[in-house]
């Protein structure tokens, strides 16, 4: 299964988040991409003088520099969202990597052990309590998304109650502490679709930095498909679709799919087997 994202990228290049001098000498390089990050949206620019407060995220193949800058207030000009656009592969995972960064930074200003203020080391892959020197380095927080069909090979997708009319997508839910992945996947179904499972298939993963999710992505097989309904708390609306079900309502804009760069889409034309159009 081909992901957004899980392919993709720069090679990270953690040997160099120390040194001060060849981050400079990169930050200044007429060749060097910064993306300037604020509130989720970014824009592009280039090399600038000073990498003090530029977060190194690693070089591509041809050993072009790529940092993110974050903006506290808005100070952009032309912004973009991963939510709103369909991106290359390979810039979809460098914004991924920029947009988690500078999410965690802003929520990481003090201390999580005596809440001293914080300060950024290693170029942005680490913080730094100045109080009592403690280190402190970004999490992702592990949530499965499921695809679930029966045995005549149909689909099932939900609608949360939070979400516009017509629009549905593969079911999802952070994995609790002490469980496993497999676990949280039966769990969530079963709370939110009233649906038991078989024989789950690993299919691939996704950073998504909304704020700072991993996305596990699974499929299994649904043991009572009668049975399956809406818990009318998180899902509102649940739906069985063939394959000339679900491609008709989405041609005919019956139906709305999430965005093409989430892995969520690629669940479901991975289904389907080939893209969706209208």
């Not at 592009?44 to 940092?67: H, K, M, N, P, R």
């Not at 809440?115 to 309590?129: N, V």
């Not at 939900?158 to 002490?178: D, I, L, T």
Request: glycine share 6%; proline share 5%; hydrophobic share 40%.
């Amino acid at each position: 299964m081909l992901l957004p994202v899980g392919n993709f990228g720069l090679d990270r290049a953690g040997h160099l988040r120390a040194d001060q001098s060849a981050l400079d000498v990169l930050a200044s390089s007429p060749s060097t991409r910064i993306l300037r990050v604020h509130d989720g949206r970014f824009s592009w620019d280039q090399g600038v003088a000073d990498s003090s407060d530029l977060i190194f995220l690693g070089l591509d193949e041809s050993s072009t520099a790529y940092f993110a800058r974050h903006y506290e207030h808005q100070n952009l000009d032309a912004t973009f969202s991963l939510r709103e656009n369909d991106w290359p592969d390979f810039e979809v995972a460098i914004a991924t990597h920029a947009v988690a960064l500078t999410n965690w930074h802003s929520s990481h200003q003090r201390c999580p052990r005596c809440g001293g203020a914080t300060e950024s080391i290693l170029s942005g892959a680490a913080r730094r309590c100045l109080d009592d020197g403690s280190e402190h380095h970004p999490r992702s927080d592990p949530a499965v998304i499921s695809l679930v069909v029966d045995g005549d090979d149909r689909l099932l997708l939900g609608r949360q109650r939070v979400w516009p009319e017509k629009r549905f997508s593969a079911f999802a839910g952070f994995v609790e502490p002490g469980e496993s992945l497999e676990g949280c996947l039966r769990r969530e179904l079963l709370e939110e679709c009233g649906v038991e499972i078989q024989t789950p298939q690993y299919l691939g993963s996704q950073a998504w930095p909304f704020p700072a999710s991993l996305m596990v992505a699974f499929t299994a097989m649904a043991t009572n498909p009668t049975q399956a309904k809406a818990d009318g708390v998180e899902i509102e609306e649940i739906k069985w679709f063939t394959r000339v079900e679900l491609s008709e309502a989405y041609r005919q804009e019956e139906l709305l799919l999430p965005p093409r760069i989430s892995i969520a889409r690629r669940m479901i034309e991975h289904w389907y087997g080939s893209e969706l159009h209208r």
